[in-house]
């Protein structure tokens, strides 16, 4: 059996230690909001999602380059595609619904976010995570203060 070369550590690098980093302080920095709040899927959580996704997302463009790169009918996307369907459904399972009322939804939501922010670290599109992170913390702290003010709202945590 013929296997893909192995990778001595002195051959990884900063760039993938960086987008591994990246990824992993990136979901934590998002975790804090569910964590300050009291939810069960917070910062070890968070961080832990994003680095998953960024390992996964290394992991398949250097077995990709590894096994042929342009040459070879490998495909790193799909590694992608199946990223977002698991954690897809880690996100549905977190989502709690009582007849009309539904719990947990911007928690999946954080989640898939997270990993998504997580598989661009792990493809090295720093601007993409830096506008993202940016965006999602201005939707968690900006937005929650002004759900807050909403006439006929009194809890805007969920």
């Not at 569910?34 to 910062?43: I, P, Q, T, V």
């Amino acid at each position: 059996m013929e296997l893909n070369p192995w990778m001595p550590f002195d051959a990884m690098g900063m760039d993938i230690a960086a987008r591994l980093l990246t990824g992993t302080c990136v979901g934590m920095l998002l975790g804090i909001e569910r964590e300050l709040k009291g939810f069960d899927a917070g910062l070890r959580t968070h961080g832990f999602v994003a680095l998953s996704a960024a390992l996964m997302t290394v992991t398949a463009l250097v077995l990709f380059y590894q096994l042929g790169g342009r040459d070879s009918r490998l495909d790193p996307l799909r590694v992608i595609e199946g990223m977002a369907a698991a954690i897809g459904i880690i996100a549905a399972g977190l989502i709690i619904v009582r007849g009309d009322n539904v719990k947990n939804l911007t928690s999946a939501a954080h989640i898939w976010l997270t990993a998504t922010l997580g598989i661009a670290s792990g493809a090295g599109l720093y601007p993409i995570v830096l506008v993202g992170a940016a965006l999602a913390l201005a939707l968690l702290i900006l937005v929650r203060i002004a759900e807050k003010r909403l006439p006929g709202r009194q809890n805007a945590d969920e």
